[in-house]
Each structure stands twice: as C-alpha cells, then as structure tokens.
C-alpha cells in the first residue's frame, strides 16, 4: 500500500494496562505519591514510571502498583479456540 501523508496522523495503539491504572486511580481516588509507597519506589521515580507504558516498568514495581489498585496484569495467549 502506498504511503500518504496522512501516515503521520495515525494514532499509536491504546496502552490497556496503562488506561486501566489511570482509571482505577481516578475512581479509588489514589495518587501517585499513594502508588510510588505501595511500590517501594521515590515519587520521582514513579512520574518518571508513569511516561512509559508499566509493561516497560521493572516487574515488582508493576505487581505491586496492579496489587494495590486491585488489577491483575496478564500478556500473551490465553486460551485455545474450541473445535
């Protein structure tokens, strides 16, 4: 398919984990400062976190952040269709 200029307009696929996390902290009213203890990481580190999709973060970071806001994080495939 031939390139056109409207290739630069075209938005980046939806980071599910990451809208996730956002819209827990907005309904369980929970900060990143809340987060970055719950983490064990300084709040400087979690802003820096939060620029980054949190399948980027180091694993206990991600577990424990999931952990706290009640989200389990899964990747790959998860079942088989049936025949």
């Known amino acids: 398919m031939p390139r056109t200029n409207l290739d630069r307009y075209a938005a ?6 990451l ?5 827990r ?5 929970i ?9 064990h990481v300084s709040y400087d580190v979690m802003r820096k976190y939060f620029t980054r999709s949190p399948w980027s973060w180091p694993d206990d970071v991600r577990n424990n952040v999931c952990r ?6 899964m990747r790959g495939v998860y079942g088989m269709p049936e025949e």
């Open 19 to 23: 809208a996730a996390i956002l819209e």
């Open 12 to 17: 980046p696929p939806i980071d599910w984990l």
């Open 68 to 73: 706290k806001l009640g989200l389990r994080p």
């Open 25 to 29: 902290m907005t309904v369980l009213k």
């Open 31 to 39: 900060s990143q400062k809340d987060l970055s203890e719950a983490a």
